[in-house]
């Protein structure tokens, strides 16, 4: 079992002794120790360790390299990962930050529980950090990349070699690999129809963003598994999606998917909202254009707005798509369906009582 040395540096007393707590619970083996600069640090590691540094501070460029050449230089295996505060420079943030060496950059929103936040921000992390530091390090280079690339919205996915893990997270007998489903007002009675309709075998995920406030998403999701042949249940940030289950996005929190060689891991983010939603359904297909292997089956379902045409638009555009939208005559409102129609990105126009057989039919699924 991979042991960490976990260094908080944190400036905020209640926020460092948060993560501690929290550390505690998800990986109770590490070592975790507060420190005031980067060379206290090195009086609790040696070259050795596997050092994991998580930092509340926010630098500029040559800071971050020079932080991270510094700590580097005495523990070659090491990652760094700094918490910030939501802003609309995140991304550039971001950006600078992967590319000075940081692991990764997640964002704090003062208007959720810090502490739920946190054990969605680091469990995933961890998990990775451990994967990487078991691993040898041409593996460990090709899995730090991947990462950096699909965070940026950078990743090519021509030039990334493909790594089969699991024969069973390879795309079903069709040439799909996902089902992405968006929906919005009149999408927990519509979701009704479909979801049970759909078999338990169907060799794919299911990924579904409805329009809705965080505390709700849980029991919908509930209520579906219920009556369901597949598993429905809400997404929890760094879970795995794997084939016959639904994940719905939870509530209030934008949902995407990030690919760990031929691994689709879902990944929950407090950012601002896109389209004027959060989740955004664009949030989820943009993340889709970085899939290594496979298409994804579309589904625009009824709601009001224009949320996920841009995104299905994209990705069919790419060929990463086949798009199905849900009629005018059986949607509650048409305004997301038909802003797929209306950019000419449909390959089909379905009843809501037909959008199972559709998706089936699709999958190669006969029955």
Not at 59 to 72: F, L, T
Not at 85 to 109: K, P, Y
Not at 294 to 314: L, P, Q
Request: charged share 20%; hydrophobic share 45%.
């Amino acid at each position: 079992m991979i042991q960490l040395k976990v260094a908080l540096f944190i400036r905020n007393r209640n926020l460092r002794s948060q993560i501690a707590m929290i550390l505690e619970g998800i990986s109770p083996f590490d070592d975790v120790f507060p420190v005031q600069t980067i060379d206290g640090i090195f009086r609790n590691v040696s070259e050795n360790h596997h050092l994991l540094v998580i930092t509340d501070l926010k630098m500029e460029y040559d800071s971050m390299a020079d932080m991270v050449k510094k700590i580097r230089r005495t523990v070659p295996s090491s990652e760094i990962i700094i918490l910030t505060a939501v802003s609309n420079e995140f991304q550039t943030f971001l950006e600078s930050a992967l590319s000075a060496g940081i692991l990764d950059v997640s964002q704090l929103s003062e208007t959720m529980d810090i502490s739920t936040q946190l054990r969605r921000i680091l469990r995933p992390l961890i998990s990775l950090v451990k994967i990487r530091f078991g691993t040898v390090p041409e593996k460990a280079a090709l899995l730090r990349e991947n990462y950096k690339r699909n965070r940026t919205g950078s990743f090519d996915r021509k030039t990334v070699p493909l790594r089969i893990v699991d024969q069973s997270l390879l795309p079903s007998k069709s040439e799909y690999a996902v089902v992405a489903i968006g929906v919005s007002t009149g999408g927990p009675g519509a979701l009704g129809v479909v979801i049970p309709a759909l078999p338990k075998n169907i060799g794919v995920p299911v990924i579904i963003v409805q329009h809705m406030p965080s505390g709700f998403t849980n029991q919908m999701a509930i209520n579906l598994d219920a009556k369901s042949k597949l598993t429905v249940r809400e997404a929890k940030n760094g879970e795995e999606a794997v084939p016959d289950t639904v994940y719905i996005a939870p509530g209030g929190i934008h949902l995407k998917a990030l690919f760990i060689g031929n691994r689709m891991i879902l990944r929950t983010q407090m950012s601002a909202p896109v389209n004027s939603c959060r989740p955004s359904v664009d949030v989820l297909l943009n993340s889709l254009e970085k899939m290594p292997n496979g298409k994804a089956i579309v589904v625009i379902m009824t709601g009001m707005g224009e949320d996920g045409a841009k995104g299905a638009s994209k990705l069919r555009s790419m060929d990463l798509a086949w798009n199905i939208a849900q009629d005018e005559e059986s949607s509650v409102v048409f305004g997301m369906p038909g802003a797929l129609v209306k950019s000419n990105a449909a390959d089909e126009v379905v009843s809501l009582d037909n959008l199972a057989v559709a998706i089936k039919k699709r999958l190669g699924i006969t029955k």
